[in-house]
């Protein structure tokens, strides 16, 4: 759920294929999305001029037990490219 600007919401089928994308939608602030199990990447991305703040609420599942989420390859270099990193659990972490 966006919590501050519109966020462009989209996912597919294939996590090495950055061009797979098999949906899409924007929301706007506290619109609300539900994305169905077996997707394999869902993504947002903040729409707006600025970053923005947003609310996820995961239901525990069998990934829990390993690394999750599970980024894409595409989606791990354009996030090192920016400076981030992606820890052991998968977490997207700001180098400090």
Known sequence: MPLTQPFHFFWGTNENDS??????????PF???SLPAGVVAAVLS???????????????????????????DFMVRAAVERGLEVDAR?????PG
């Open 19 to 28: 061009d797979d994308v098999a949906g899409d939608a924007v929301l706007g």
């Open 31 to 33: 619109d609300c999305i």
């Open 46 to 72: 903040a729409a707006g001029p600025r970053a923005g703040g947003g609310f996820a609420v995961l239901e525990p599942h069998v990934v829990f037990e390993s690394k999750d989420p599970h980024w894409p």
């Open 90 to 94: 998968g977490r997207m972490i700001k």
